[in-house]
């Protein structure tokens, strides 16, 4: 681990929401599903370099907590990676993992993690 490097973390429900992404991919093309989701697995990684070189997430209205997004696209399928990023703690910590045509997240919804 480089010095300007971030831990990444996910929280519990970017986890569930992962597995939940794969097991739909599974169902619909399946035999990308292992090639996406490693994709997704190094993407999630990406951001322990520079991770605000992502935009702030628009489900993040008030703008309090600095919730960024990355887009991961592949296959014509776009996911959305929510996350914070702590400087002084030199942290990741992802929220969310979204299908990019679902509806945003309301308020609430992006705080049951117990780790923001």
């Excluded at 996910?10 to 292992?34: I, K, M, Q, T, Y």
């Excluded at 600095?66 to 696209?73: E, M, S």
């Excluded at 309301?106 to 923001?116: A, N, Q």
């Amino acid at each position: 681990m480089s010095v300007n490097s971030y831990r990444v973390e996910l929280g519990p429900v970017a986890e569930d929401d992962a597995e939940r992404a794969f097991r739909w991919f599974l169902e619909v093309n399946s035999l990308h599903a292992v090639e996406w989701y490693d994709g997704l697995v190094e993407i999630i990684e990406s951001l322990s370099r520079n991770p605000e070189r992502c935009a702030r997430a628009p489900d993040d209205k008030r703008r309090r907590r600095g919730i960024r997004q990355l887009l991961y696209v592949r296959g014509g399928t776009t996911f959305r990676i929510l996350f914070v990023a702590k400087k002084q703690e030199k942290l990741v910590h992802v929220l969310r993992i979204r299908h990019g045509v679902r509806r945003r997240l309301r308020w609430k919804d992006l705080f049951i993690d117990e780790g923001t």
